[in-house]
């Protein structure tokens, strides 16, 4: 495990102290990401199986969870399968720890609703910035302009509450993608690429941009009529995505530009692009 400087700045103000679940059945490892995230001010509960894993979530109702995916008893994937089918807890922040060449496991972590995740060797560190990053997002108030509910068409959303509605019925969004979807639609019709979503939604300036990728499917999946030609989240290729509103939206972010809505162009309604390649 590499115990070096991570390669992002440390936050300004870190978030107040969380309820943190470790699961991992190394116990060096369980140790060193425990040790770092104590103090870091947090209080942290481990578990070395799956099993075990599920039960201190039920009981303790960890802030966030950092989960291993090689483990005895259920792996990590078939625990992260099963926290997303409790209704109690369907936006519990998770952040995946795997190994060098579990590209496929990764993705498919993401897929069933993982939030990040960090590739052994990694630097404590760089994890404890990362649990930060996620637990600010979660935690943090809206801004004034924006605390009241966020409407675009048949979409609503409530940021005190962080839940999300369309046409009526409540969407089970991760706290990611409830983030990714709040965004977009304070920026109606403008482009943005997947390093500039990563920047502005994750609060990282590196990462695998597969990341983006995939949030913004599992998004189109539970709020397009038809994911496979999303009406939505447009990709503007070569570019990134953008929000095409069905009707005026919500608040927006005064301090961004957007572009108009009515005028067309090859990609579709035009958009004010933000550059970079999808």
């Known amino acids: 495990m590499n115990h070096g400087p991570a390669p992002v700045p440390a936050p300004a103000?870190?978030?107040?102290?969380?309820?943190?679940?470790?699961v991992d059945d190394d116990p060096t490892v369980g140790e060193v990401v425990a040790g770092y995230l104590t103090r870091a001010g947090h209080l942290v509960d481990?578990?070395?199986?799956?099993?075990?894993?599920?039960?201190?979530?039920a009981r303790h109702r960890p802030d966030l969870l950092?989960?291993?995916?090689?483990l005895p008893g259920l792996d990590g994937l078939e625990v992260l399968r099963r926290l997303r089918a409790r209704p109690d807890r369907p936006d519990l922040p998770?952040?995946?720890?795997?190994?060098?060449?579990?590209e496929a496991d990764r993705v498919l972590g993401l897929e069933l609703g993982a939030d990040d995740y960090v590739t052994k060797p990694f630097s404590p560190r760089e994890l404890v910035l990362r649990v930060q990053s996620i637990l600010r997002r979660a935690r943090t108030a809206p801004a004034p302009a924006a605390s009241g509910p966020l409407r675009s068409g048949d979409l609503a959303l409530d940021h005190r509450a962080r839940r999300a509605h369309r046409a009526g019925r409540e969407l089970p969004l991760t706290s990611r993608e409830f983030d990714l979807l709040a965004f977009l639609l304070r920026h109606p019709a403008t482009v943005f690429s997947r390093q500039e979503l990563m920047q502005r939604v994750w609060g990282w300036d590196f990462?695998?941009?597969?990341t983006v990728t995939v949030h913004v499917r599992r998004l189109r999946e539970k709020i397009e009529d038809d994911p496979g030609a999303p009406a939505l989240i447009?990709?503007?290729w070569?570019?990134?995505?953008?929000y095409d509103p069905a009707a005026p939206t919500g608040p927006t972010d005064p301090t961004e530009p957007t572009g108009p809505t009515?005028?067309?162009g090859p990609t579709g309604p035009a958009g004010s692009a933000r550059g970079g390649a999808a």
């Open 66 to 70: 950092v989960l291993d995916l090689m």
């Open 46 to 57: 481990r578990a070395e199986d799956g099993p075990s894993g599920l039960d201190l979530a």
């Open 13 to 22: 103000d870190p978030p107040e102290p969380a309820r943190i679940l470790v």
């Open 234 to 236: 447009s990709t503007v």
């Open 94 to 102: 998770v952040v995946l720890l795997t190994a060098k060449g579990d």
């Open 207 to 210: 990462g695998d941009l597969s």
């Open 238 to 242: 070569g570019v990134g995505y953008r």
């Open 262 to 264: 009515g005028a067309t």
